[in-house]
């Protein structure tokens, strides 16, 4: 079954407003989990570390005042895109990390801003 | 963390073994070798992982030579589904756990 989820698994908004996103590890508790963006057609790319309990580590390049993420406990974080603008559209992923070396991927967010 | 560099497309027909090369020039001592499996509008999937010589499971063998400089992810008889991206990474997750992606495989396979 599923291991990390995701909500919703996509929504359409419209520009200037702000959009959340929930990840969820359904099967046990995550102290890191990871958010990342996917263009049409290019790679994933990784946004920002969510740390529960702390603030989340944004990757160069990304807005943290834009892409607000919060870890508030050991089974979820969410990410809220900010005045979101069309350039903002893209399919957002979340991972959890479980031990050293495993990493679950949720199903995605399609997100497009209008 | 280690760049990586695969084939930005193959084709295969069903029925047939795939193998996909990934190299990792600059792989750390620590680092492990992971493959991913991702389908359009959907999150990657796990695949496979290792360190060193050979591993399978019961979708893919994953081969890593001595120098660990490169791997190959292995998927026999491949069938229609099987069409996807395939994303080699390569990391020390222990640490940050940080996963890095590079451009991936597109594999194509036809009836």
């Known amino acids: 079954g599923a291991v990390v989820s995701q909500h919703p698994s996509w929504v359409i908004c419209k520009s200037g407003t702000s959009v959340k996103i929930e990840c969820r590890s359904l099967?046990?508790?995550?102290?890191?989990m990871f958010w990342y963006r996917q263009f049409p057609k290019q790679s994933l790319m990784l946004m920002a570390t969510?740390?529960?309990?702390?603030?989340?580590?944004?990757e160069q390049g990304v807005e943290k005042d834009k892409f607000l993420i919060n870890h508030a406990s050991l089974t979820l974080s969410t990410l809220t895109v900010t005045s979101a603008h069309p350039e903002d559209s893209s399919f957002y992923i979340c991972?959890?990390?479980?031990?050293?070396?495993?990493?679950?991927f949720g199903p995605g967010t399609r997100l497009t801003v209008t | 963390l280690a760049k990586t560099t695969q084939p930005i497309s193959m084709d295969s027909y069903e029925g047939q073994e795939v193998n996909i090369t990934c190299s990792h020039n600059?792989?750390?001592?620590?680092?492990?070798i992971t493959w991913y499996q991702q389908f359009p509008s959907q999150g990657p999937r796990f695949i496979i992982q290792?360190?060193?010589t050979k591993v399978t499971n019961e979708v893919a063998s994953l081969f890593i030579p001595a120098d660990r400089k490169s791997s190959t992810l292995s998927l026999p008889r491949v069938s229609l589904s099987d069409t996807a991206v395939y994303y080699c990474l390569v990391g020390d997750n222990g640490n940050t756990g940080k996963l890095i992606f590079g451009q991936g495989t597109t594999l194509q396979v036809k009836p």
């Open positions: 991972s959890v990390r479980r031990g050293s070396y495993e990493q679950y």
């Open positions: 099967d046990f508790q995550a102290t890191t």
């Open positions: 969510s740390n529960e309990g702390s603030k989340a580590t944004y």
């Open positions: 290792g360190y060193k």
């Open positions: 600059n792989i750390a001592t620590n680092d492990y």
